[in-house]
């Protein structure tokens, strides 16, 4: 598992129980219905890409791999934002996910 962002562990540690619900809501909407992991994965990948997040982008690349992904499904979940929220926020995003499968020797 990648080292997760000082920035995130500080939250963690400062604000407890904060930091639990979050947690704790992440896997009830996971828990609510029929979407496998990698589904989830490359929907959140969609998400974080549309927010312009490259930390999201960046971890939910490595947790949709983790989940069974091909480096060919990341690309393709972002191609089709293309028309949704332009090519340079997608251009972006590759450019976040190729940090991840760099790092990754892919």
Do not use: C
């Not at 998400?47 to 971890?59: D, I, Y």
């Amino acid at each position: 598992m990648a080292k997760l962002p000082d920035q995130y562990t500080g939250i963690e540690k400062r604000f407890k129980k904060y930091f639990s619900a979050l947690s704790n809501l992440g896997k009830t909407a996971k828990a609510s219905g029929p979407l496998n992991e990698k589904t989830s994965q490359l929907i959140q990948l969609a998400g974080a890409a549309a927010v312009r997040s490259e930390g999201a982008v960046h971890s939910h690349a490595r947790r949709a791999l983790d989940a069974g992904s091909k480096p060919a499904e990341l690309y393709h979940t972002l191609l089709l934002l293309t028309s949704t929220i332009g090519f340079p926020t997608v251009s972006a995003a590759i450019s976040w996910v190729d940090d991840v499968l760099a790092k990754r020797g892919k």
